[in-house]
């Protein structure tokens, strides 16, 4: 779908300190992978919590540091984890360690909750190589939503030519509420949240994007619909 309209979600982008993993002992409880990425991202997106808040049983473990405006996260099939920060850049880390080229830079406006705000990896991106990211695009300062491809020369790298802009112009002029959570869900559509450009009545009109949960099926591109919710 081209032209589409505003969008809204608060996304936390406060300089993180360091990236922690929690960890219980096998023997006391089982956590599903799901629950487990759930714990990872609560504990990405605020400071470190004392030792003497963990519930019992967990203990905390740095992942890796170094690394400030953090908005978002993916681990790839292959392990490496992809962090995304709000100035526009998409970092990796690899075997512990933060690379010191990002996979890419998209120009991005970082105003308020604007920036680079969320990352997806495409289902069959072992094949592939495709990568979405939501952010918010200069000179307009409305939310986009693009499709890069890893290089093949260099995997840790995206081509610098690759890419391809699947919804555009999703309208955000008040620089808060601009959502930017991407994920695929298993039907193999790109699950996207719009924020309400700080207006709640825009989640109710069907006049605008604005506040909504869209899905979209990349295969149809350039006849991209994106159904909202």
């Known amino acids: 779908m081209g032209n589409h309209h505003h969008n809204q979600l608060a996304v936390g982008t406060e300089p993180i300190p360091r990236i922690v993993r929690a960890e219980v002992p096998r023997a006391d409880i089982r956590i599903s992978a799901r629950i487990a990425a759930a714990i990872a991202t609560i504990l990405f997106s605020v400071s470190v919590a004392p030792a003497s808040l963990l519930p019992s049983g967990f203990e905390e473990t740095m992942f890796v540091g170094g690394l400030s405006s953090v908005t978002a996260m993916e681990f790839a099939p292959d392990g490496r984890l992809f962090v995304a920060q709000q100035t526009g850049q998409l970092r990796v880390v690899k075997d512990g360690v933060v690379l010191s080229t990002p996979f890419l830079t998209v120009s991005a406006d970082s105003f308020g ?3 680079l705000l969320g ?9 592939n ?3 979405y990211v939501y952010y918010t695009a200069l000179p307009t300062g409305h ?7 890893a290089s093949s020369a260099n995997p840790d790298v995206a081509d610098p030519n690759s890419e391809l802009v699947i919804l555009d112009d999703l309208v955000n002029s008040s620089g808060y509420h601009n959502g930017g959570a991407i994920h695929f869900g298993s039907d193999g559509k790109l699950y996207v949240a719009v924020g309400d450009d700080s ?3 825009n989640a109710q009109s069907l006049g605008t994007l ?3 949960l869209l899905r979209i099926d990349p295969s149809s591109f ?3 619909r994106a159904w909202h919710r």
């Not at 990352?119 to 094949?127: E, I, K, R, W, Y």
């Open 113 to 115: 909750e604007r920036g």
């Open 210 to 212: 604005a506040g909504k």
């Open 222 to 224: 350039p006849n991209i």
């Open 119 to 127: 990352v997806a990896f495409d289902p069959n991106f072992t094949t």
């Open 199 to 201: 207006n709640s009545a």
């Open 129 to 131: 190589r495709h990568l």
């Open 143 to 149: 939310n986009r939503v693009s499709r890069f491809t």
